[in-house]
């Protein structure tokens, strides 16, 4: 599953359109559309606001599937 399978699933799941997500986190629903179609790539920054906007935190791996994950996003 890739990150914009991801973010539509949590989105969905949350009950939340994309317009109700995209203005919480401050960009467009243009922009989350694309994102969400695997035509644009977040930013960290964006990829937080988008989390926050929906109520979760986002954890990013890197590598191996086995490999120890990082919480990029823990403040």
Known sequence: MDLGDRLR?????????QAEVAARA???QPALSRIELGGGIPT??????????????????????DAEQIDLLAG
């Open 9 to 17: 699933e949590v989105r969905v799941a949350r009950n939340l359109t």
């Open 26 to 28: 401050g960009i467009s």
């Open 44 to 65: 960290l920054e964006m990829l937080d606001r988008i989390g926050r906007a929906m109520g979760v935190r986002f954890t990013i791996s890197v590598g191996d599937e």
